[in-house]
């Protein structure tokens, strides 16, 4: 891929299946990206969590970016609704453990995020974003992609796949565990210089 290559030419090359083109545009916009969800999550996990989510809704949803605005402005809104997705999610969470908490200060302690001396960290030649969700068995697939891209209820995935809603939760939550594993598992996730962030 030429280095003069646009946004938009890697956009209408993702559009036409090439992954390759795809994968450039994660290392091109990762930090930047992290930067703004970090204005709504401080925990390292947290945001690495909302960025990779934030890539798998882009590629699947790729055919619906318009071209009437830059690639950036349309990855970061994404981010920065999936950010708040995910707070209000948390909200209705029980906290599994405490944040590092500085008791002097009275300040939570927040790692830093990104490694921006190895950009290309993120990335792995052997696994993209791409190919993890390529690899999902096809009802997980479907879910997924019904789920988070056409942004479908429950019921309506339910009675589409003809199967019950429970089984379309367990489905779900299976294709976001299986991408998780394969993105960390081969090294797809942002690596941070966490000291004291939770395990």
């Not at 947290?46 to 809704?57: H, L, N, R, S």
């Not at 879910?143 to 379309?168: F, H, N, Q």
């Amino acid at each position: 891929m030429d280095i003069a290559t646009t946004d938009l030419d890697l956009v209408r090359q993702s559009k036409l299946g090439n992954r390759n083109a795809f994968d450039i545009l994660v290392v091109k916009h990762q930090h930047k990206l992290a930067s703004v969800i970090s204005r709504y999550l401080k925990l390292p996990q947290q945001i690495e969590d909302v960025v990779q989510d934030t890539f798998i809704k882009a590629y699947l949803g790729i055919m619906a970016f318009r071209e009437d605005s830059k690639f950036s402005t349309w990855l970061h809104r994404i981010g920065v609704n999936a950010a708040l997705d995910f707070l209000n999610a948390e909200r209705r969470r029980i906290p599994l453990y405490q944040p590092p908490f500085n008791s002097a200060t009275n300040e939570l302690i927040v790692s830093e995020v990104v490694d921006n001396e190895n950009p290309e960290r993120f990335l792995s030649s052997k696994q993209t974003i791409s190919s993890v969700l390529n690899r999902l068995p096809a009802e997980l697939r479907t879910a997924i992609t019904l789920r988070e891209i056409d942004g479908l209820s429950y019921e309506k995935i339910a009675r589409i796949m003809g199967c019950p809603v429970g089984t379309v939760r367990s489905r779900l939550s299976r294709a976001r565990t299986n991408i998780a594993i394969q993105l960390h598992s081969f090294g797809l996730a942002i690596s941070g210089k966490c000291s004291g962030s939770p395990a």
